[in-house]
């Protein structure tokens, strides 16, 4: 869909085990007619942990096999693989508890609208499968595919202008509704810092006053507060014990000093 206003939900069940929920979740393009967003799509659903989409008459038989498709799906190709194109939404729909669909237009008639986050908690509570029907990049839903959910979703966007690609609508609802799962932990891939202890804290500041009083920057017989500053600057800045040394380097430069 060109607009990412438009796809459809089913409910799934409690945020605990991921792989379950992978399991219980459907992702649905309908009518898609961009190889290059099919691929997208696919990319956007496995970095949120889902697996399952299903392609309802798209506009080439062959999309999930397309150079662009696979291009674009860049790490996700067993996803593509997996995929299944299929002729109608009740077919794609088999197994699925409850959809929920947005469109970009309002409806006359139809199921309430909520923002995703104001409904995929309380849906993530309930157990059941779900599946996220997406309207294709021309056209979005149709009002008789609107009017089979049970509720509407709506991406929240600026007021002047809320059309989004389909594969960036993908990636949105898949990831507020695995935050919605319980989300993921952030794995981090830096080493936690060397913090210099307060002994070595001590030991810069104690060279820098030596320094300091070499230089004739600081008055041994009226001091002030110089020293205490300075050490209440140090232990803010949390120095690590390689920018404890950088400090006595300097230090030993400006004083000259050896060793």
């Given at each position: 869909m060109g607009d990412a206003r438009q796809f459809y939900l089913c409910r799934l069940m409690p945020p605990t085990e991921h792989a379950i929920s992978a399991e219980r979740t459907r992702f649905v393009?309908?009518?898609?007619?961009h190889a290059?967003?099919?691929?997208a799509a696919a990319r956007a659903i496995k970095v949120m942990g889902f697996r399952d989409l299903v392609l309802v008459a798209p506009r080439c038989s062959d999309v999930l096999t397309q150079p662009q498709a696979l291009a674009m799906a860049s790490g996700a190709a067993d996803v593509l693989a997996a995929a299944r194109v299929v002729p109608s939404l009740s077919d794609a729909l088999q197994g699925m508890q409850f959809v929920c669909a947005t469109a970009m237009t309002p409806r006359d008639f139809g199921p309430p609208v909520f923002a995703p986050r104001d409904r995929l908690p309380s849906l993530a509570a309930e157990g059941v499968t779900v599946a996220f029907v997406f309207g294709g990049e021309r056209f979005g839903l149709s009002n008789d595919d609107v009017y089979r959910s049970h509720a509407c979703l709506s991406i929240p966007t600026a007021p002047g202008y809320g059309s989004l690609n389909l594969a960036q609508a993908v990636q949105l609802l898949a990831y507020e509704w695995r935050q919605s799962l319980g989300g993921f932990d952030v794995i981090a891939r830096?080493?936690?810092p060397d913090v210099a202890d307060a002994a070595e804290v001590q030991a810069a500041l104690a060279h820098w006053q030596r320094v300091l009083q070499q230089i004739g920057f600081l008055d041994p017989s009226a001091p002030k507060r110089l020293m205490p500053r300075l050490n209440q600057l140090l232990n803010r800045a949390q120095l690590r014990r390689e920018e404890v040394h950088i400090l006595r380097g300097i230090a030993r430069a400006a004083g000259r000093e050896e060793g």
């Open positions: 393009l309908m009518h898609a007619s290059g967003n099919v691929g830096t080493p936690q």
